[in-house]
């Protein structure tokens, strides 16, 4: 036990770069945002300065109009593409155009919660809160303008599950032309059997291509992209988010902004709802641009339990549908539905476990009064990192590591665990 806490800190530092955590040597150089609010997470069990020091760092890439980007590219590095300059944004430091599930909310509420030095936590906290608040208000203002509910997500980076088979009818829409040459880094550093395939990155960089073309401009971005999706996981997280941002707002903002926050809330969960999919017994993302729902089952389909949206019906029948998968698989909870054709146990976010997600669902599960199955959730994530170290992602079916090794995010994940 302690060997595995004291190797999870030891990734954290060995992948700090200096206030900023990169995700993983070589294959990720870079600060990624999502990545980086489980890490403060991480890091605030034994280091709370450098907790507040990796948000405030991440912070340094946000935009005048409240995105967060995905990628802040605060040091130069061959080892990925596409680097900066194939967003080309002018930002100082350099940074990607699209953002990625707004788990930060979340997280700087609990680096505030569990924080021992309170004058310290509170100042942090007083400072990053109108940027937390910027970008919530950048995600309605930019994603969802007409006020629908759901928030629309651009590019499959966006909803940081880029090859889930969630998303295959609607990326058959998108062409696999480019401007920009495709010259991957990614199968360089990590067996290509476990990345997305070349069709893939070709489609991912068409999008990129065509909102290079919109001037990065939110609205022409949402009017231009051939890929447009309520995607379950960043509208479940975008959900949680705003009601941890309403706690914060009680202590570090105004009862106007507080009144904002609610109108998002009530907003939002009326959006969640019409996710659910009463025969699967799930929530499954939506094709904004032609209405279809999404015909796979994938682990994004329960965080609405982690964005405490679900009826107690919901909640039962969800449950119910994670117990069927896990007749199926060794360990909890594949990407993908693992009676699923498009299931691949190897293949990035198309089967294998990640042990951010298996963390905001067994925070869901014990919301929902499903305790036990939440600690068994907990328990195969902290057995799989226990067994083979702090992974990427790891195999459903035998527990087998894969992807990249000493994972910051796998990492802070076993110390929130305990
Ligand atoms: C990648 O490049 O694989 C990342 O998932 C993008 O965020």
Redesign the pocket.
């Known amino acids: 036990m302690t060997d595995t806490l004291d190797r999870a800190r030891a990734t954290l530092r060995a992948n700090d770069r200096g206030g900023y955590t990169v995700p993983t040597a070589r294959l990720y150089p870079f600060q990624?945002n999502w990545d980086s609010a489980f890490v403060a997470m991480g890091f605030a069990t034994f280091d709370e300065a450098r907790a507040w020091r990796e948000i405030e760092r991440l912070l340094e890439g946000q935009w005048g109009d409240g995105l967060i980007p995905?990628?802040v590219f605060h040091a130069p590095s061959d080892n990925y593409f596409p680097g900066p300059e194939v967003w080309g944004t002018r930002h100082a430091p350099p940074t990607s155009s699209i953002t990625q599930p707004p788990v930060l909310a979340p997280a700087a509420r609990r680096v505030l919660d569990t924080a021992t030095n309170h004058g310290e936590a509170e100042a942090r906290m007083a400072a990053i809160y109108p940027a937390l608040l910027g970008n919530h208000r950048w995600w309605q203002r930019a994603r969802d303008p007409l006020r629908t509910g759901l928030v629309a997500t651009l590019h499959p980076?966006e909803t940081g599950m880029?090859n889930s088979p969630a998303w295959d009818r609607a990326m058959a829409r998108v062409p696999t032309t480019t401007t920009t040459v495709v010259r991957r880094r990614?199968n360089v550093h990590i067996d290509p059997a476990m990345r997305p395939r070349a069709e893939d990155y070709q489609r991912f960089i068409h999008l990129v291509d065509c909102f290079r073309d919109a001037g990065w401009d939110p609205a022409r971005m949402l009017a231009a992209s051939p890929f447009r999706v309520a995607d379950t996981g960043t509208v479940a997280i975008l959900l949680r988010a705003e009601q941890d941002l309403l706690a914060l707002s009680r202590r570090f903002g105004s009862a106007a902004e507080q009144a904002e926050i609610a109108d998002r809330i009530a907003l939002q969960r009326a959006g969640i709802a019409t996710l659910w999919n009463e025969q699967a017994g799930i929530w499954m993302a939506r094709d904004l641009i032609d209405g279809a729902p999404a015909v796979v089952g994938t682990s994004a389909g329960f965080l609405p339990l982690y964005a405490h949206a679900a009826e107690a019906e919901q909640s039962r029948r969800s449950a119910a549908t994670l117990t069927r998968w896990a007749e199926k698989v060794r360990f909890l909870v594949p990407s993908t539905d693992p009676a699923d054709a498009a299931f691949e146990p190897l293949r990035y976010w198309r089967g294998p476990i990640w042990a951010v997600v298996n963390w905001m669902i067994a925070d869901g599960l014990d919301w929902a009064g499903q305790p036990k199955l939440a600690a068994r959730v907990r328990a195969d994530t902290a057995t799989l990192i226990d067994t083979a170290g702090p992974w990427e992602y790891f195999d459903a079916t035998d527990g087998k590591e894969a992807g990249g090794a000493d994972f910051s995010w796998t990492a802070a994940i076993r110390l929130l665990m305990g």
Request: aromatic share 34%; no cysteine.
């Open positions: 990624w995905q990628i980076w880029d990614d």
